[in-house]
């Protein structure tokens, strides 16, 4: 092992420093990770996704995006989820870093690929896609924002100090995850409400529709006993006699009327004769 330390002026060529060194020298300063606000992956045409402008710094290696950036998933699986991972890679061989995304494996539970991070390749991981089976674009939904995820990126906030973010993302991810089971359980409990309301209200028209038919039958039953009964009153033509015995009804009322009027009319005649008698026979 060697000690190093820098800048120092060089004297016939014997400090030299390296792109290394440089690179080492500003990695003790500045942590990886996006700038604040920077590279948020959104949604592009069809399959594309858009990382937009911005700036980040991995192993002591500048980044800057000053365009909007298309990058296109591979299409999805006709049958299985897929979890994909929108990187910023850092190659050393390359003598680059580059915005990639990478490919996972379609499956019932799908994982997201892992970090390539060794002397050679150095990730930063600032969103996880998820690609639902037959998917032809990609939604807001599917994008799931890691840039304040220390463990897989961070956020640039200041010389050498790194906004530690990750208890943030943790707490973040375990309320909605809270969240989305509490949604859930409420949502069985009222399909389940519902299912029973469905149920009673379905039983009570049953019921009710089987008391009106025994009310029905009942009806039914009792004119048909009342009308046998007579039917044998009534002849072979049972409508026109009954017209028959209800005119006839109808005399006889309207003559026991005038026999019970008749009586108090004469009473009263009477009455009035009594009266002129008395009148014409009193001494004045």
């Keep these: 092992m060697a000690e190093n330390s820098g800048f120092f002026a060089s004297v016939d060529g014997d400090r030299d420093y390296t792109t290394d ?3 080492a020298y500003i990695a003790a300063i500045i942590g990886n990770g996006v700038y604040n606000g920077d590279l948020a992956v959104t949604p592009g045409d069809g399959m594309q996704v858009v990382v937009p402008a911005g700036r980040a710094w991995i192993n002591g290696y500048y980044y800057r995006n000053d365009a909007a950036l298309p990058l296109t ?3 999805a699986s006709g049958t299985l989820t897929r979890k994909d991972a929108v990187v910023l890679r850092w190659d050393i061989n390359a003598r ?3 915005a990639q995304i990478l490919t996972g494996t379609a499956s019932a539970n799908p994982t997201v690929p892992a970090l390539v991070r060794d002397a050679e390749t150095y990730d930063l991981r600032i969103a996880e896609l998820t690609i639902p089976a037959g998917a032809t ?3 807001p939904g599917m ?4 840039r304040m995820d220390k463990t897989v990126c961070g956020i640039v906030t200041g010389v050498v100090d790194q906004l530690d973010t990750s208890a943030i993302a943790a707490q973040l991810d375990n309320f909605f995850t809270l969240y989305k089971q509490q949604a859930a359980g409420l949502y069985a409990q009222y399909q389940t409400a519902l299912a029973g309301d469905q149920s009673s209200a379905a ?16 009806a039914q039953n009792d004119f048909e006993s009342w009308f046998d009964g007579i039917k044998g009153q009534l002849g072979d033509d049972p409508a026109t006699q009954l017209a028959a ?4 009804l109808q005399t006889r009322v309207t003559a026991l009327e005038a026999k019970i009027t008749d009586p108090f009319t004469a009473a009263a005649k ?7 008698a008395a009148y014409l026979a009193a001494d004045y």
């Design 137 to 139: 674009s990609v939604t």
């Design 143 to 146: 994008i799931r924002d890691m």
């Design 21 to 23: 060194f440089l690179a």
């Design 203 to 218: 039983q009570t028209y049953t019921d009710f529709t089987a008391q009106l038919d025994a009310y029905k039958a009942q």
């Design 96 to 98: 680059s870093i580059t």
């Design 73 to 75: 998933a591979a299409t």
């Design 245 to 248: 015995n209800v005119t006839d």
């Design 270 to 276: 009477l009455a009035g004769s009594y009266l002129g």
